[in-house]
């Protein structure tokens, strides 16, 4: 670790190395983005800091923390990584948190507290990288600046110096194309709405939603445009879409000498033809795409791509000389690139990688946590690696991810001999959630050595709320033991929600690719909420309390559903009819509940997501367009047939107000009132068209509260009080099985799901 004592400043904002003359040098940095972006995070504190500029060794990034009360000095090698060194100092110091979300920043004293001796690190990684293909999908394709350039603050913060980029990503291929036989009308055709294009960047899809207009293209451009600027104030790196050879239908016919090879279908959906990289016109077309980017978007030196992402098929291309070609048109347009590729499923292939410069290649792996007896340094030929996580899919509201992997994981594989590992990576599909993991995984790239995991969510819990408290210790020990002591073998994220699941008897979860049962055990979470509510009052007025305190509480309540599912099977074929009407009764109360609880934090309402959605139109047909875009991705994801066959509904299921209430709850309600008019008649509950009733919503335009409403507090207190009451009567309890047994176990009556793999 680089001790960073030794290096003082002759002036704020300039530097004087050991030994140097007197008179001051120039400073190794503009502090001034760094300085602003600490005003935005902390108006109250930001001027009790010093920002001092260090040149970056060969080492690699670092900081240090020293000074008195009220005068704190903080030494970094680059903008993001003197806000790091706050970072740090907050938690460390300060005893507070700045999550993602939730922070406790209001209980910072007037004047900061001193620093016992110097704090130094220096990063163990020099990538530390953040954010999925999907993330502007499923967090919000229609945010602005402020919510972008928040989140980029926050990732500095927590130590994060690269980010993917993709806002504004079609204005490249858009202008491009046009100097390859195709007008704007059918490029604005093909290009899907934002919210679906994160999977067009994949070749997974294309024009669904659209059509997109020229001044939608041109305004999100200008947005990527501005988040990839901030970024490079930031001394961070902007990830932008690199050209690997998606191209509109007919372009062969149009370019002579073109070949291009279909790529099929992908769950339901066309996917766009692949330009072979190793014919005449390709270059060209990288070339014209690169231009339009750079002009657009600004420099940088890492792009990210995925040659036959998820199916994709090479038909009589050669995959070796194809990557290879797809390196040399990058390399041409940007001689000193990276190009970065998600590890996932069985890509990048040893055939892909054999015609590529490993030592120019970053691979962002999503599966470090997932399999176990994984070797990345055989699998990948030695290719550099960032170690990562996908912690949610489809941006999931649910609580938990594989922690203890990561910590027991992470610095073993970096200390391998041979070790290929060169970086961390930051990729739930979905980002807004789940506060502890960001914080947690991004700290493993800061720390030298391993990490107590029950130490570590001790200090968390110390921080989180803005002081000490033993109720807030034993809540986070107690989610510490269960939805964040997910092990690898088979998932990255927890069970979702049955509420949010297409009705059924049998059914184990609401997405098709989510876990079947319980990962943890259930009762931990109704534990952590009882001792969340026993937190001192001072602590309370917090905004990562309210927020955590809605989250555990709406954990609680949704792992019920586990119990509560199985008994209403077993009254129903029972024949009970009076039992099944009351555990009926039981789960529109919880759904109820649930609506009420979530609707009472900001984070959790649906109604800002589709205003924001609306907000981007300029006509009412075109915020029509946008507000469907934004609705379908969270329910039926696309037409009937991904959606339905192809399994895509409820993908990016979560519990939020509105979605609970008019999406939800309204499906079980009409499942169960068939299976009660069954028992009554004797005769076989009808069928539900469950893609019609959710595409009415998506396709609606009613309009929902973007400000919360109702005591978080008394809302959870209120949840707690219900799930006493059910686990007194023995009626049904929260807890739930470990992974193990794929199942759930009720406090007083066990209940028991079978196991079934992804």
Not at 176 to 192: K, V
Not at 305 to 328: F, I, K, N, S, Y
Not at 439 to 461: I, K, N, S
Not at 505 to 517: D, E, I, M, V, Y
Request: proline content about 7%; charged content about 20%.
């Amino acid at each position: 670790m680089l001790a960073l004592t030794a290096v003082t400043a002759a002036v704020p904002g300039a530097l004087s190395l050991p030994g140097a003359a007197a008179s001051p040098v120039a400073p190794a940095f503009d502090t001034a983005p760094a300085r602003a972006a600490l005003k935005r995070l902390l108006p109250f504190q930001a001027r009790q800091f010093t920002l001092v500029p260090v040149e970056e060794p060969e080492s690699g990034a670092s900081f240090s923390v020293s000074g008195e009360a009220g005068a704190i000095r903080v030494r970094g090698t680059s903008p993001a990584t003197l806000l790091a060194g706050v970072g740090w100092y907050l938690e460390r110091v300060a005893g507070v948190d700045i999550g993602w979300p939730g922070d406790s920043v209001e209980r910072l004293p007037a004047v900061l507290p001193a620093v016992p001796g110097t704090l130094t690190r220096s990063a163990t990684v020099p990538h530390r990288y953040a954010l999925n293909d999907t993330d502007e999908g499923y967090s919000g394709a229609y945010r602005g600046f402020e919510a972008y350039q928040h989140d980029i603050d926050v990732m500095a913060l927590h130590g994060v110096n690269e980010v993917f980029v993709p806002t504004g990503a079609e204005y490249a291929s858009y202008r491009a194309l046009q100097e390859f036989g195709y007008d704007a009308a059918e490029l604005r055709e093909w290009i899907p709405a934002p919210a679906h294009q994160g999977w067009w960047l994949l070749q997974n899809m294309s024009g669904f939603g659209g059509p997109v207009s020229e001044r939608l293209i041109e305004a999100r451009a200008a947005l990527g445009s501005r988040v990839a600027r901030h970024l490079r104030s930031l001394g961070m790196t902007p990830v932008l879409p690199g050209f690997y050879g998606t191209v509109p239908p007919g372009f062969a016919a149009r370019n002579p000498g073109a070949v291009t090879v279909p790529q099929g279908r992908w769950v339901g959906f066309d996917r766009p033809d692949w330009l072979d990289p190793t014919g005449p016109v390709f270059d060209r077309l990288a070339a014209a795409y690169y231009r339009a980017q750079r002009w657009r978007f600004g420099e940088t030196d890492m792009f990210k791509m995925d040659l036959l992402h998820e199916g994709g098929t090479a038909g009589p291309v050669d995959v070796a000389r194809a990557a290879g070609a797809v390196q040399r048109a990058l390399e041409a347009a940007h001689p000193d690139a990276t190009w970065v590729m998600l590890g996932w499923q069985r890509n990048p292939s040893a055939a892909l990688l054999s015609g590529v410069d490993r030592r120019r290649v970053l691979i962002v792996d999503g599966l470090s946590d997932r399999y176990d007896a994984l070797d990345r340094e055989s699998e990948w030929g030695g290719t550099p690696y960032a170690f990562g996580s996908i912690a949610n899919f489809g941006g999931h509201t649910t609580l938990g991810a594989n922690t203890g992997v990561w910590m027991g994981r992470f610095h073993t594989w970096l200390a391998k001999p041979d070790s290929a590992m060169r970086g961390i990576a930051y990729l739930p599909e979905g980002t807004g959630g789940n506060p502890a993991a960001f914080d947690l995984f991004t700290e493993l790239a800061w720390q030298p050595g391993a990490v107590d995991h029950r130490a570590w969510f001790a200090a968390y819990a110390a921080r989180r709320y803005g002081g000490a408290d033993p109720h807030a210790a034993a809540a986070w020990e107690q989610l510490r033991l269960g939805p964040y002591s997910g092990r690898s073998g088979t998932w990255s994220e927890p069970q979702d929600s049955l509420f949010a699941a297409w009705p059924s008897l049998t059914t184990a979860k609401a997405a098709r690719w989510s876990p079947s049962g319980m990962r943890y055990d259930g009762d931990t979470v109704e534990r952590a909420l009882a001792e969340l509510l026993r937190v001192a009052p001072e602590l309370r007025t917090t905004d990562a309390y309210r927020f955590d305190l809605v989250d555990v509480a709406r954990q609680a309540l949704t792992n019920r559903a586990r119990v509560l599912l199985p008994r209403i099977r077993a009254a129903y074929e029972a024949r009970d009819l009076e039992t099944f009407r009351a555990l009926v009764g039981e789960w529109g109360a919880d759904e109820e509940l649930l609506a009420r609880l979530v609707g009472a934090d900001r984070r959790f309402l649906v109604g800002p997501w589709i205003a924001a959605a609306r907000s981007w139109g300029t006509h009412p047909a075109e915020r029509d367009r946008l507000e469907y875009d934004a609705r379908s991705i969270l329910t039926t994801w696309g037409d009937r047939v991904p959606s339905e066959s192809g399994g895509l509904h409820d993908y990016a299921n979560r519990e939020w107000d509105g979605l609970l209430r008019d999406v939800y709850a309204p499906r079980w309600a009409a499942f169960f009132g068939g299976l009660d008019a069954a028992l009554v008649t004797g005769t076989a509950p009808a069928a539900v068209d469950w893609f019609a009733g959710d595409d009415t919503w998506a396709r609606d335009h009613g309009a929902y509260p973007s400000a919360p409403t109702g005591d978080p507090v008394a809302l959870a207190g209120e949840v707690h009080a219900a799930l006493a009451v059910a686990d007194r009567d023995g009626r049904s309890g929260a807890g739930g099985a470990a992974e193990e047994h794929c199942g759930v176990r009720g406090a007083r009556a066990p209940v028991v799901i079978p196991c079934a793999g992804r």
